[in-house]
């Protein structure tokens, strides 16, 4: 039988998702988040790009092609502004020999011309409406969204409740309930919880077995140009190039070393990130780079959340103590695994979350409610979040598995 209850901690991206995919099969959700408003970290930036980056028929691809047109079809059915979310189409250059190849490579494997195609630079340069010197992988529905207007747009639903100010710090399971302890003292109790709090899920005593990495990423805002006004597409190398949202362009993301999850973010916007997003810009359009690189009027710094494999962690949390005490043969069924019924996460989206994070979202739902998945078990098993616990065990065969409620 479906819960009736939900807690879900986080409201970006993942959370806010996971709150909508819940809420339309009738639970009641408890959405929970720590600052004053909603997609306030990793999701918070002015602008979020949707499209995949595919590199030939590998799992890797196949689950970046599920999410984004399952993304696609999600914001078509929330009939979004037109000043929020815009499928204005995407080129992906190949702007050196490898990305050539691997754009080359992904052109060859038979997708129909609406979803992608190669096109010369001649090409390439009338549909950006700027000059672009390299051949093109062009994504037609591809585009832009505004992430907090869309996470708003999710929780917009009768079942959903929205607590801000609210630092969850604790986990308890009470018999069949669960209870969420806050910072000022605020208990919270549903019949499941779904974690989606990013790099803070391992935080949890019952989910610090979790490790994931936390990157440090910031973008740049440039103000718009006569010259610049002419771009219709976003636009990828290392980085990308939004078309002009609100006067301004999003040129990014860096890519700092990974750190600890534990460790303070340092959120300081610097000169020498927004001069390595430039260098992007470079490779993207010269004349663009002469036109704008000027014309820096903001920054924003976050940390996405993300794991060795790059594949995000969805789905049931395991007892790590019980399961260490009393390991499964490497034989076993998924069924032999001592879960924590009721627990959930949707997390470590890395710099995907707005083409992996509502895919994530619904295939959780999905298990939760004892729904048919929305991907294969195979791509699901990759989703495992206990999958590098279960390897350090070498229970191998088990940590490719979903963990699916009986």
């Known amino acids: 039988m479906p819960p009736k209850t939900a807690i879900i901690i986080g409201a970006g991206i993942a959370g806010c998702s996971s ?6 099969r009738g639970i009641q959700v408890t959405l929970v988040e720590r600052h004053a408003d909603i997609a306030a970290e990793a999701s918070g930036n002015p602008v979020a790009m949707l499209y995949p980056r595919l590199s030939g028929d590998d799992s890797a691809s196949q ?4 999410g984004y047109l399952h993304s696609l079809a999600l914001f078509e059915s929330l009939n979004l502004d037109p000043q929020n979310y815009q499928n204005c189409g995407l080129l992906q250059l190949g702007f050196n020999a490898r990305e050539l190849a691997r754009i080359q490579k992904v052109a060859t494997q038979n997708y129909p011309e609406n979803i992608l195609k190669l096109v010369t630079s001649q090409e390439a340069s009338a549909l950006a409406g700027i000059t672009i010197s390299h051949e093109a992988l062009y994504f037609p529905k591809a585009g832009w969204v505004q992430p ?19 630092n969850a710090i604790n986990i308890m399971k009470n018999n069949d309930i669960f209870e969420i302890y806050s910072l000022d003292s605020t208990i919270l109790k549903a ?17 610090s077995h979790i490790k994931t990495q936390a990157v440090r990423g910031q973008i740049s805002q440039l103000a718009a140009t006569e010259l610049s006004l002419n771009l219709k597409k976003v636009v990828c190398s290392d980085g990308y190039l ?8 999003c040129l990014g993301a860096t890519f700092s070393a990974e750190t600890s999850a534990l460790e303070v973010a340092d959120l300081s916007v610097t ?13 993207i359009s010269e004349g663009l780079y002469q036109n704008l690189y000027q014309n820096i009027s903001n920054g924003r710094v976050s940390y996405r959340c993300s794991t060795p494999d790059y594949f995000p962690l969805v789905g049931s949390v395991l007892n790590s103590a019980q399961l260490k005490s009393a390991p499964p043969r490497p034989s076993s069924s998924p069924e032999a ?12 989206h890395g710099s995907k979350g707005f083409s ?9 739902a999905c298990m939760i409610c004892n729904d048919a998945l929305p991907i294969s078990h195979e791509l699901a098993g990759l989703l495992n979040p206990n999958r590098f616990l279960l390897r350090e065990m070498g229970l191998k065969q088990l940590a490719k598995m979903p963990v699916l409620i009986k």
């Not at 939004?242 to 362009?249: K, T």
């Open 271 to 283: 000169q020498a990130d927004h001069l390595s997003n430039l260098e992007s810009l470079k490779n």
């Open 191 to 207: 019949d499941i919880v779904i974690t989606a709090n990013a790099n803070d899920a391992q935080k949890f005593s019952l989910s």
């Open 148 to 166: 907090k207007q869309l996470c708003q747009r999710l929780i917009q639903h009768e079942n959903i409740s929205l607590r801000t100010l609210n």
């Open 63 to 66: 689950f970046a092609f599920a």
């Open 242 to 249: 939004s078309p002009v949202v609100n006067d301004e362009h």
């Open 19 to 24: 709150a909508y995919a819940l809420a339309q």
């Open 337 to 348: 695994l001592p879960l924590i019924a009721g627990l959930y996460l949707n997390i470590a």
């Open 356 to 364: 992996s994070a509502p895919l994530c979202a619904e295939l959780l």
